[in-house]
């Protein structure tokens, strides 16, 4: 489920840190769904104010050291879509899970949010071009905006723009480098087992002809 609205500059950010076999990961959440996730390498960092406080008690699947006493204390809400998505990230990245079900919310233009909306649509285990997203947005000239957007995406992993490759098939574009995205295609490769991820398959959009 993906809701969008506007940021609210008085709603609280919460995150927590979970260490993946890719190095740390940051997630961020407001409210009851997750608004950002980050890696511990990426570029360019997160701004303060985009991660927010410190996320759940130590402990958890995800935990930051040092939280007895937080202020301010972390909603009961917040804090349960923090410990489900670090809970999933741990499955994904154990090969168990492919569809994540933590509850996300975007905030971008109605561009960007188009684009990560088609993010979400690339199936587990394959990629698209970027000239691929661009053609199923109906516009197959705006390749350089669409790799701005996949680029400016705030959830890594669950809005999969680690799937998004050139139209040769090269591994360019990502956050935390060319080599942590295709670790991250290298896992869903095993996950999904014969007849994973390979070169783009143009104009195919969860198994159907667009």
Not at 17 to 36: F, H, K, N
Not at 50 to 65: D, F
């Amino acid at each position: 489920m993906t809701r969008s609205k506007g940021f609210a500059p008085e709603d609280e950010r919460f995150h927590a840190e979970i260490d993946t076999p890719l190095g740390l990961l940051r997630v961020v959440a407001r409210g009851s769904a997750i608004v950002g996730l980050y890696h511990g390498e990426h570029h360019p960092p997160p701004a303060p104010a985009l991660l927010g406080h410190a996320g759940p008690t130590p402990g958890s699947p995800c935990s930051v050291p040092g939280l007895e006493g937080q202020v301010p204390p972390v909603p009961e809400p917040t804090a349960a879509v923090l410990l489900q998505a670090c809970s999933e990230l741990k499955d994904y990245f154990d090969g168990s899970l492919r569809d994540f079900a933590t509850p996300i919310e975007l905030s971008g233009t109605p561009f960007q949010l188009s684009v990560w909306a088609a993010l979400r649509r690339i199936p587990y285990g394959e990629c698209r071009s970027y000239r691929d997203v661009a053609e199923h947005l109906g516009n197959p000239r705006m390749g350089r905006a669409i790799g701005a957007a996949v680029r400016a995406n705030p959830v890594s992993i669950i809005v999969p723009g680690h799937r998004v490759v050139s139209s040769a098939g090269t591994v360019i574009g990502y956050a935390a480098g060319a080599g942590t995205k295709r670790a991250l295609l290298d896992l869903e490769r095993v996950g999904a087992g014969p007849g994973g991820v390979g070169s783009p398959r143009r104009g195919y959009w969860e198994g159907r002809r667009t």
